[in-house]
């Protein structure tokens, strides 16, 4: 049985694809670049001591945990082998039969409704306004809508939903009866999202520890709700085991880690200081760069460019198979400020 096919088509959806590549700096996979806390190293540690045991099917602790972070009661928290199952688990619990995603936007969203044969809908968003979200979005939005995707910041330009757009978008999905998933894997890593708000409506918010704590490699997402019965219909699309006990610990950590400290302050302010750089850097450098809230900038140069850099070593995100974008667009994470120098320095001498 020939798997290449498939193989291929997995590895072309996300960045990360250090094990088909030599690569030496991965800017392919936004992640944060400030060192994580050596307790969330010590509990992953804890987890493998305790590998012999089964994990607890409820994640009582974990969501407990998470609960006491988010201001939110555990009822309204379900946990997942990172947020691609969440997002699987979800569409299933629905079956939508028309949903609504952005464009361009994380190719995730469209892989689970296409698993359940949902006819999608792309709302596209305008590059003159750096793929910002705007309130044409709210016109698409109508009781024929089952389920609407958006990201906050989207995935890959990195901007932030206007607050006020983002309450309309949420106020406009529950009169008209419409399943809204927000994913906010990175909105804590922005300067609006240190500061956590609680979740008071019927959305189902999507949330990870694994870029904020550049853990990829132990898959730990949540989704938070005020709709208990949709979760649970939700839960019943997971397997019972789907939280390792490795993840389990190192969730009870992170959430620990940022509720009581300034983690999260420390690493939104590095953050910032090296995306500027990054995009004042690349600016200089004839590289077309649109605005960004996060870790990461979406740019536009040469198609030949990924060949270049990986030539050199360095691996960035190829965004071609983005709905809207073409192979003159690319993704690089911000990284620490050495990493982020060489970069520019290499790209001085490929462009």
Known sequence: MDLSNNSKRIEALHGGDVYRNEVRLDFSVNLNPFPMPAEVADAMQAGLSEIHQYPDPSQQKLREGIASLEGIAAE???CG??????LMAAVHAVLPRKALITSPCYAGYAVALKASDAEITEYLLDEKKDFALDEGVLDQINDSTDMVFIADPNNPNGRLIEPGLKKAIIEKCEACGVVLVIDECFYSLSE???????????????RAFTKTFAIPGIRIGYMLSKDTELLNEIRKHLPE?????????TGEAAAKILESTDYLKDSVHLIKQEREYL???LEKLGVRVYSSDINYLLIKCGSDLYEKLLGRGILIRRCANFSGLDDTYFRIAVRQHEDNEELINILGKVL
């Open 241 to 249: 085991w789907n939280v390792s006990r490795i993840a389990e610990r």
């Open 279 to 281: 995009a004042g850097q």
């Open 81 to 86: 082998n990172g947020a691609s199952e969440l």
């Open 76 to 78: 309204n928290i379900i």
């Open 192 to 206: 609006a999202g240190y500061e956590r708000e609680s979740v008071t409506d019927n959305a189902l918010h999507l």
